[in-house]
């Protein structure tokens, strides 16, 4: 029994494991969000559910949690390894290319809601460091449940989708100023005014956060490079959890916290040719750890504070939703979605965020939060994402009915034939710059076509001229139904978002295995992912453009126009033969 008594939370790393193994496979099989599955167990089997009839019923302490501290080390390492995840997310070149919708959209929706739920806040009596931190946490939204959400309806390569994953990526990047901000407020406490200590955290934090970048640039990419070059897997993935810890202990000797040392340990690693294999090491531990991490939130929600609050959380829980959900609304309608995804991603994005349990529970240990408040807050939050995938189903279909009733209509029988007669038309999906050249010479040539597009704006500025253009997914089988793609003589592809042309030619293709499928592409690599998905004929644009530059280049050089011609007729035989060779054709 000494032995056993030197394995400190056997029992309860004994009882976490089984309830890995058999909760996970059961939640992916009943396609219920791991997350939720984890809270609700939490809640269930913690201090405030089953453990407390223990008393009663001793057997129920074999198979239940009597203290949420018995976890807490390995739920810290939960969310180590969600912001080392997320940091690799995070690569300079990928915010990038997301520039206008992750610090337009995302910027304002966090702006917009930490403003009001901070002043609503402030005016509920507590402090003005308080109101901040509240504000700006309950601006945030879960990512787990919404990254989850969207990959389950194949929707993650939709503008909604694109777009809801733009704001979660400006949210993860606001939890470091924010992190960084608690720290220095905590630290400091009473010693000087609010804006001093911002000014201090926002100082130190940059301080630490370009040492760190420095130093990783500088040891940790020549340690992973020397290793690859060793192919030793197991040194790999030591090397892998150093970085991770050793970052995060870095942080935390700075003052500041080691979640954020994580989320820069990620950053520093997404920058280097190893991030693949780094996400799919880290992988199995994240997911053990971070489901640990949401156990560990359930046990601490008391849900019989509701019996206390039986008006005010649910109250709360509808403002927090609705607030929220009325801004992206807004926000979303001003980026050019429609008012139906508009009303959806406002619902989708309506509840609160994993982030809440780290930053409230930091507030609280700190002193920056009254411990009535903060619990309060962690139940609102945590009721709040258990309705999550209800409330985002209610979104979705409330955002059909909306957009059936205000997206200009399906062209009939006269529109499609007016150019050609009905049946044996070209569908276009996606009516940008490129769509719109294809549509002028279709019509030019007398072939009729019908357009798909999602942008309610350019929709009912193209049907005034008279463009034959309808509002929709190109994926979906119900529309391609509707325009009568059993007639079509062929798709024609011209989106610009990879996720979303592969998302349209899968589904074309399960619908019409068939149909000969046109897709516009970026680059050689975006035509690699088309052709695998299943299009027929993929025509890479910089491919073209470069071909086109370099018989310009021949010509001028006195190589014979037919000469010129031959040559780049091989060249680009050679790349689609490559192309094809690599792909499905």
Same mark, same amino acid.
């Given at each position: 029994?000494?032995?056993?008594g030197?394995?400190?939370f056997?029992?309860?790393?004994?009882?976490f494991?089984?309830?890995?193994g058999?909760?996970?496979?059961?939640?992916?099989?009943?396609?219920i969000?791991?997350?939720l599955?984890?809270?609700s167990?939490g $809640?269930l089997?913690?201090?405030y559910g089953?453990?407390?009839l223990a008393?009663?019923?001793?057997?129920?302490?074999?198979f239940?949690?009597a203290?949420?501290q018995?976890v807490e080390?390995?739920?810290?390492?939960? $969310?180590i390894f969600?912001?080392f995840?997320i940091?690799?997310e995070m690569?300079?070149?990928?915010?990038w290319?997301?520039?206008?919708?992750?610090?337009?959209?995302?910027g304002?929706?966090v702006?917009l809601?930490a403003?009001?739920?901070?002043?609503?806040?402030?005016?509920?009596?507590?402090?003005?460091e308080?109101?901040?931190?509240?504000?700006v946490v309950l601006a945030?939204?879960?990512?787990a449940i $919404?990254?989850?959400?969207?990959i389950?309806?194949?929707?993650?390569g939709t503008p909604?989708?694109?777009?809801?994953?733009a704001?979660?990526l400006f949210?993860?990047l606001?939890? %470091?100023?924010?992190?960084v901000?608690?720290?220095?407020?905590g630290?400091?406490?009473?010693?000087?005014s609010f804006a001093?200590?911002?000014?201090?955290a926002v100082?130190?934090?940059v301080l630490?956060v370009?040492?760190?970048y420095?130093?990783?640039?500088r %040891?940790?990419?020549?340690?992973?490079h020397?290793?690859a070059?060793?192919?030793?897997?197991?040194t790999f993935?030591?090397?892998?959890?150093l970085?991770?810890?050793?970052?995060?202990?870095?942080t935390w000797?700075?003052?500041l916290?080691m979640a954020l040392?994580?989320l820069?340990?990620?950053?520093i690693i997404a920058?280097?040719e190893f991030?693949?294999?780094?996400?799919?090491?880290i992988?199995p531990?994240?997911g053990?750890?971070m489901?640990?991490?949401?156990m560990s $939130?359930?046990?601490g929600?008391d849900l019989?504070?509701? &019996?206390?609050?039986?008006?005010?959380i649910?109250?709360? +829980?509808?403002?927090?939703?609705a607030m929220?959900?009325?801004i992206?609304f807004v926000l979303?309608?001003?980026? @050019?979605?429609?008012?139906g995804?508009?009303?959806?991603? @406002?619902l989708?994005l309506?509840?609160?965020?994993?982030?809440?349990?780290?930053?409230?529970?930091?507030?609280?240990?700190l002193?920056l939060?009254?411990?009535?408040?903060?619990?309060?807050?962690l139940?609102v939050?945590?009721v709040?994402?258990?309705?999550a995938?209800v %409330?985002a189903r209610?979104?979705q279909?409330l955002g059909?009915?909306i957009?059936r009733?205000t997206?200009p209509p399906a062209p009939?029988?006269?529109?499609?034939g007016a150019?050609g007669?009905p049946?044996?038309?070209v569908i276009?999906?996606g009516y940008?710059?490129v769509?719109q050249?294809?549509g002028?010479m279709? @019509?030019?040539?007398g072939?009729a076509f019908?357009a798909? !597009?999602?942008?309610?704006q350019?929709?009912?500025h193209q049907?005034k001229?008279?463009?034959?253009?309808?509002?929709?997914?190109?994926?979906?089988?119900?529309?391609l139904?509707?325009?009568?793609?059993d007639?079509?003589?062929? +798709?024609v592809?011209?989106?610009d978002?990879?996720?979303?042309?592969?998302?349209?030619v899968q589904?074309?293709r399960?619908l019409?295995?068939?149909?000969?499928i046109?897709?516009r592409?970026?680059?050689?690599?975006h035509?690699?992912?088309?052709r695998?998905?299943?299009a027929?004929v993929v025509?890479p644009?910089t &491919? !073209?453009?470069?071909?086109k530059?370099t018989?310009?280049?021949?010509?001028t050089? @006195?190589?014979?126009p037919?000469?010129?011609?031959?040559?780049?007729?091989?060249e680009? !035989?050679r790349?689609i %033969?490559?192309l094809?060779?690599?792909?499905?054709?």
């Open positions: 029994m000494d032995a056993h030197n394995f400190p056997l029992k309860e790393t004994i009882l494991l089984a309830l890995s058999v909760l996970m496979p059961l939640l992916s099989r009943l396609r969000n791991p997350v599955g984890f809270l167990v $809640v089997l913690g201090p089953l453990a407390s008393g009663t019923w001793p057997v129920l302490s074999l239940t949690f203290r949420p018995d080390f390995l739920a810290e390492l939960g $969310v969600l912001m995840m940091g690799l690569s300079v070149e990928r915010l290319s997301m520039r206008r919708l992750v610090f337009g959209l995302g304002l929706q702006a809601s403003a009001a739920l901070g002043g609503l806040a402030l005016w509920f009596g507590n402090s003005i308080a109101a901040v931190i509240l504000g945030f939204s879960s990512t $919404v990254m989850q959400l969207l389950q309806r194949r929707e993650l909604l989708g694109q777009s809801a994953f704001i979660l949210q993860d606001a939890v %470091v100023p924010l992190l901000l608690i720290s220095i407020l630290a400091s406490s009473g010693e000087g001093s200590l911002l000014g201090t100082l130190k934090g630490t370009v040492l760190i420095l130093i990783g640039r %040891v940790v990419r020549p340690l992973f020397q290793i070059v060793d192919k030793q897997p197991d993935t030591a090397l892998t959890l970085t991770t810890l050793g970052v995060a202990a870095l000797y700075a003052g916290s040392g994580a820069l340990a990620g950053l920058e280097t991030r693949h294999e780094v996400e799919i090491t992988e531990f994240k053990l750890l489901g640990l991490f949401f $939130v359930g046990m929600i019989r504070a509701l &019996l206390a609050e039986p008006l005010w649910p109250l709360s +829980v509808v403002g927090l939703l929220k959900a009325l992206v979303l309608r001003v980026f @050019g979605l429609s008012w995804r508009s009303a959806e991603g @406002g989708l309506g509840q609160g965020g994993e982030f809440a349990f780290i930053v409230i529970g930091m507030a609280l240990a002193g939060l009254e411990r009535q408040v903060g619990q309060f807050m139940i939050v945590g709040s994402m258990l309705a995938p %409330v209610l979104g279909s059909d009915n957009d009733r997206a009939d029988d006269t529109e499609l150019m007669g049946g044996g038309h276009i999906a940008g710059r769509g050249m294809v002028q279709l @019509g030019e040539q072939v019908v798909i !597009e999602n942008d309610a350019l929709i009912a049907r001229a008279g463009v034959p253009l309808v509002f929709g997914d190109a994926s979906r089988p119900e529309l139904r509707k325009l009568r793609i007639q079509a003589r062929a +798709v592809l011209t989106m978002h990879t996720a979303a042309a592969i998302h349209a589904g074309i399960r019409m295995p068939m149909m000969r046109i897709a592409a970026r680059d050689e690599k035509a690699l992912l088309l695998e998905a299943g027929s025509v644009e &491919l !073209e453009s470069s071909l530059l018989g310009w280049v021949l010509e050089l @006195g190589v014979p037919d000469a010129a011609t031959r040559l780049l007729e091989q680009r !035989e790349r %033969v490559a094809r060779g690599s792909g499905t054709t």
